[in-house]
């Protein structure tokens, strides 16, 4: 490894460690605070941002830390204070439903999850944690869409919607109106869309400020979760949703 690589590293990671000291930086005080030209800052965030290390606020073209970072922190997940303050109540609602329970987050263009229980009837075994599903397909996607401005639903959705079985929606206008009702029911549904027989139901995770930080899910089988089930699923898992605000310090409605 050559003498400049090894220094491309180490103004990366001081990257890294700016952002997390003052939560939000663009690419001229990167670039003073590394005192290197403006062109390297740019370089850095924007070979940093591929990893989704660090992510780009569209409104104000400033740069803070992305889910890559997540996802790098591995077996301390639970640290994380989303997961950590979520996790009692992910095993109540696991409890109660006796269905899949996961948390995840907005990550690029996808939904990535932090954390997920098992209830009692679940038969799946595998662990999702650190895994990403496509937000137009899937309950926890659509609750992230409709957290967002209409421009970044645009950008979030600006590529293929692809196709995993027949309900999948593949119109970006079907998922719009669908979107919009997910933000008048406060959660989402979806059945058969990401894969057949599969029905999950999911809620919005508010921050201190009232932000949308994440989204709960139960999920299971459709002839456990059945149309009939369903309210009664949605009702515990937006209860989920809003306890787990609570203990993020959010007292809004």
Known sequence: MSDSTIQSVDRALTVLRLLARYGELGVTDIARKLKVHKSTAFRLVTTLESHDLVEQHSDRGKYRL??????????????????????????RLAEVVGE??????????????????????????????????????????????????????????????????????????????????????????????????????AAPISGADGVVVGSISASGPGFRITRAHLPDVAKHVVASAQEISRRLGWHGH
């Open 66 to 91: 992305g889910v890559g970072v997540l996802q790098l922190a591995g077996a301390t997940t639970a640290k994380l204070d989303l997961v950590q303050r979520s996790r009692p109540v992910s095993q």
């Open 100 to 201: 899949t329970v996961n948390i995840t987050v907005l990550a690029g263009q996808e939904a990535l999850y932090v954390d997920q229980v098992a209830g009692s009837a679940a038969l799946q075994l595998h662990n999702w944690v650190g895994q990403r599903i496509p937000l137009h397909a899937t309950s926890n996607g659509k609750v992230l869409l409709a957290s967002v401005s209409g421009v970044r639903f645009d950008e979030l959705t600006s590529g293929v919607l692809k196709r995993f079985t027949d309900k999948t929606i593949t119109s970006r206008q079907e998922l719009r109106v669908q979107v919009e009702r997910v933000r008048q029911n406060g959660f989402a549904i979806a059945v058969d869309e990401l894969e057949v027989g599969l029905t999950a139901i």
